[in-house]
């Protein structure tokens, strides 16, 4: 994926062993399912989909070595090998005392926050994930962003965008008093701003301020392979260490952690929340059985605990992630080559492209992201995701006129190991259609929408 002459092409480390036909479909198919979907990409049949770039999320493509230690399932109720083969992989790679598995990563927030958070409490974080501010605020306290202003900026230049601002924090903390804040969480990588990494010296400067009036730090681990793998590319002192090494190195700085095991843990679904505390861990074991099930299997299948321990220990590899992170660099770069702004520098999982950049005659209130959305979907078959005022747009106290969101953006995620370099391609030829026909383009209303999380059912008409 290079076309400097003196770089070798980063290739797929991997060879496919089973295929999922994709069907093809033209235009005129693709401007019929659009009406029918009322211009509603969540509403699209997969089917229809040639190029599925909605989300990273348990859409990835599992190992062969995977797939066998699913035969291994042992679906015992309780004292299941496979969880004890779980845990054992999770000692030994992230070294927390407490492993307690669950369906997703939102499962794992659900009970952290209910164990620990009160009425009135305050969590920090570098930039709350949506689920996480949501699971956060069903407990009636609040989620505070505090992510260095350079992640707030798309074309501000930083290796670590992701980064907390220590100071801010210190402030919090002194405003609000420590009492009130059960934990400080860090997302890594902070996929809400762009999957921008933090470096360890922020790990480690964010944990000796919380140290100083004893909060526990506690990790939104999603993506900690590729966090990991930037820091060795990118922080002084880390170069010659191993991915696995800096990953024990971010976990032990940590008390616990959750984790969205469809991302970074390369499986369809799981989760898991890890703690160091002996009393918490056994009031979260108590909640878990409530509604997730017995801490042996935590809402999955035991063939689910196998394909997750093997998923953990392939993310490290730095065959994969060297590649994982070109794919993601050689489709922003092409992008930008087209003309198109993107979140800089391109993240791990994911390309955002600057909608409102691309198409300024369209309004917010007429929603360039899903104008540009629907556009790549029109053209090529390829769904993406807006995330813009469609998604974040807030309704003004007078009932009627739309706050719009802070920035217009189409996300570009890349599932895991499941599309080779001609998709990408293919991807980058409809991105140049696209934009040559960039001033042509009309925006979309909202002509029916539900009273909460409207993105994914909201009917759309052209303007
Ligand atoms: C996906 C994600 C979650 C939620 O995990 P689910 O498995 O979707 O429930 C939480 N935090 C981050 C950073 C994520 O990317």
């Known amino acids: 994926m290079s076309t400097n002459p003196f770089i070798r092409t980063v290739i797929e480390p991997f060879i496919i062993k089973s295929v999922e036909p994709i069907q093809m479909t033209d235009q005129c198919d693709r401007e019929a399912f659009l009406k029918k979907a009322h211009y509603n990409l969540f509403q699209i049949r997969a089917r229809n989909v040639l190029i599925d770039l909605l989300t990273d999320s348990g859409t990835g493509a599992m190992s062969s070595e995977q797939w066998a230690a699913i035969m291994r399932g042992d679906e015992s109720y309780a004292g299941s090998e496979s969880f004890a083969r779980l845990e054992a992989t999770i000692h030994e790679l992230f070294g927390f005392k407490h492993v307690i598995p669950t369906h997703q990563g939102r499962a794992a927030e659900r009970i952290l926050f209910s164990v620990m958070c009160n009425q009135g409490d305050v969590v920090p974080n570098n930039t709350h994930f949506d689920t996480t501010r949501a699971n956060i605020e069903f ?81 939104d681990a999603a993506r900690f392979a590729e966090n990991a793998y930037f820091i060795k590319l990118r922080e002084p002192g880390y170069e010659n260490k191993s ?133 790549f979907y029109l053209a090529g078959g390829i769904r993406t995701c807006e995330i813009g005022s469609v998604m974040f747009g807030k309704t003004a106290e007078d009932g009627k006129t739309e706050i719009p969101a802070q920035m217009e953006l189409v996300r570009f995620a890349l599932p895991r190991r499941t599309h080779t370099q001609s998709h990408i391609d293919y991807v980058i030829e409809i ?23 409207r993105h994914f059912s909201a009917k759309f008409a052209p303007c």
Do not use: W
């Not at 900026?153 to 009130?180: C, W, Y």
């Not at 035991?302 to 070109?326: C, I, T, W």
């Not at 001033?439 to 909460?452: N, R, V």
């Open 139 to 219: 407990q009636d306290a609040e989620a505070v962003d505090l992510v260095i202003p350079e992640g707030k900026d798309p074309q501000a230049i930083h290796p670590f965008k992701g980064n907390m601002d220590v100071e801010k924090l210190r402030e919090l903390i002194e405003k609000t008093g420590p009492e009130k804040i059960p934990l400080c969480m860090m997302t890594i990588t902070n996929n809400s701003g762009g999957g921008q990494p933090v470096s360890m010296e922020n790990l480690k400067a964010v944990r000796k301020v919380l140290d100083k009036y004893s909060i526990p730090l506690y990790l």
């Open 243 to 375: 991915v696995q090494e800096i990953v024990r190195e971010m976990m032990d700085i940590s008390e616990g952690c959750t984790v969205s095991a469809k991302k970074d843990g390369l499986v369809n679904i799981g989760g898991l929340l890890c703690t160091n505390d002996d009393i918490l861990a056994q009031k979260e074991k108590d909640l878990l059985i409530l509604t997730e099930g017995f801490p042996t299997y935590g809402g999955l299948a035991g063939r689910d605990l196998e394909a997750m321990s093997v998923g953990f220990r392939e993310a490290l590899d730095e065959d994969y992630l060297k590649y994982r992170l070109a794919e993601a660099q050689y489709l922003g770069e092409h992008l930008v080559e087209i003309g198109f702004q993107i979140i800089q520098p391109p993240g791990g999982h994911a390309i955002y492209v600057d909608a409102a950049a691309t198409l300024p005659h369209i309004p917010p209130s007429q929603y360039p992201g899903q104008t540009l959305a629907v556009e």
């Open 431 to 453: 991105a140049r259609d696209v934009y040559k026909r960039k001033d042509d383009l009309t925006g979309y209303k909202i002509i029916e929408q539900p009273p909460h999380l």
